[in-house]
């Protein structure tokens, strides 16, 4: 009888046995690790609706005017916040929850955003084309996005700047674009005497966290 055998038992392969188990572990180890780390690095902001501002700001044949948002939400997902790895953008606004401060001109504005049929405006991020870090945590980002306004959506781009602080991330930037692309009439008042620009721009300063 070989000398390795004791009790009829192999010792090679039981040494051999546990090695493999060692090795399995290890690589299950490092498959969880790489995932985990993948994972934790990953973080989800939601949009804060009482410190952010969402502003509409147009003309007219009389005088400029502002619509401000009353009601917004959203989400930002960023996978490295040390160089702003932006994954995931969204922000939707409550369309009459737009307010200009004088009640016919809200009337006005619902009317022509169809807002019985389409209650929020919509922008979702679809691409990140560059991110430039600026120095203590600020980033300039180039992005492109659907915008859905009244029911029709258009791929558009949007720049905006990004800041981090702690666990606060707040968005600011604006866009201009015209409201005839997204079939809205612009809104009239005083059975025509008042009418508005085509073109509008879109500021914010989204704070999420």
Known sequence: ?????????????????????????????????????????????????????????????????????????????????????????????????????????????????????????????AEVKKVENNGSKKFKVTTTGDLTIAGVKKRVSLDFSATVSGNTITLTGEKTLKMTDYKVDPPTALLGAISTGDEVTIKFSTIFK
């Open 1 to 125: 009888m070989p000398i390795f055998y004791f009790c009829g038992i192999n010792i090679n392969r039981i040494k051999m046995t546990n090695m493999k188990l060692l090795h399995a572990k290890v690589f299950s180890f490092i498959i969880i690790f790489l995932m985990t780390s993948s994972f934790i690095q990953a973080q989800d902001f939601n949009l804060s609706n009482s410190e952010s501002s969402i502003k509409v700001l147009g003309t007219s044949n009389v005088h400029d005017w502002e619509l401000k948002s009353e009601k917004q939400t959203g989400s930002l997902v960023v996978e490295n916040l040390d160089n702003f790895q932006l994954k995931g953008l969204n922000v939707t606004i409550t369309t009459e929850s737009l307010k200009s401060g004088k009640s016919g001109m809200d009337k006005n504005t619902y009317k022509a955003l169809k807002t019985k049929s389409y209650k929020t405006i919509n922008f979702q991020l």
